[in-house]
């Protein structure tokens, strides 16, 4: 006699299918439920080499991809077509598949956060980002992403039309003198330019953490084959972090 059923596992969408014979031990029962448990799959994916470009699988069915890849340009120019974002939606497994479908309902992107305000007391010995003369009543602005790193300055600019840049490369932190305009806006590789209005003369060393865009429906029932402890799709590799 043969009798075929489902397992339920931790989420409704995710079933494992088993079929049982007269005489078949209670623990050969327990061993196949394990081996089909959907939190096999949970945990954090990465991309090689890049690790800021990752894939979080969650025990409560959903998941969250971030993509942060490195600048490829030399010169400080603008892309705003490459844009880091972020995204979130619900998963599915079936065998050694994954489907990964994100909301489509919109979600506010998270605004720039000034971390740190610091006031100056002491002169500015740091190595300058540029060439630019600081005045003495200058303050310094550094970056930094959702892992604490710097985010490099592409350049700066106000509405007056002071500007400046380094020379065939990015800058870690920027300079900018009281004596200019009190509005500044800051730009970056792949985030939206940041605009900075100073509401008094005090020298500051001020630290701002960024955030990738929001970007919704960005997988549509987009499939990953599962192997071993990665996930690919088409020549995309993530590697499932130890």
Not at 84 to 104: D, H, I, P, V
Not at 177 to 191: K, L, Q, R
Not at 210 to 226: A, C, G, K, M, T
């Amino acid at each position: 006699m043969k009798w075929e059923g489902i397992a339920y596992g931790l989420y409704p969408d995710v079933v494992c299918h088993f079929s049982m014979k007269s005489g078949l031990l209670i623990s050969g029962v327990m061993i196949g439920l394990a081996s089909c448990k959907p939190t096999n799959f949970v945990g954090r994916y990465e991309l090689r080499h890049v690790s800021k470009t990752s894939m979080e699988v969650k025990n409560d069915g959903t998941f969250e991809f971030t993509q942060i890849n490195p600048n490829p340009y030399l010169h400080p120019f603008e892309h705003p077509d490459e844009y880091y974002f972020t995204t979130f939606g619900t998963w599915t497994a079936e065998k050694k598949t994954l489907t990964f479908n994100s909301f489509k309902d919109s979600i506010a992107d998270r605004q720039p956060e000034i971390i740190f305000s610091k006031e100056i007391t002491r002169p500015i010995d740091k190595p300058r980002p540029s060439p630019m003369f600081l005045d003495s009543d200058g303050s310094r602005f550094t970056f930094y992403d959702i892992f604490g790193d710097t985010v490099n300055i592409l350049f700066v600019q106000s509405p007056d039309s002071n500007r400046y840049s380094a020379l065939h490369r990015t800058m870690e932190l920027a300079d900018w003198p009281a004596s200019y305009a009190d509005t500044v806006e800051f730009y970056f590789y792949g985030y939206k330019p940041f605009t900075f209005i100073r509401t008094d003369k005090v020298r500051r060393e001020i630290g701002i953490k960024l955030y990738p865009e929001y970007r919704y429906s960005v997988f549509n029932d987009i499939v990953f084959r599962v192997t071993r402890r990665k996930i690919k799709r088409n020549r995309i590799t993530l590697t499932k972090r130890n």
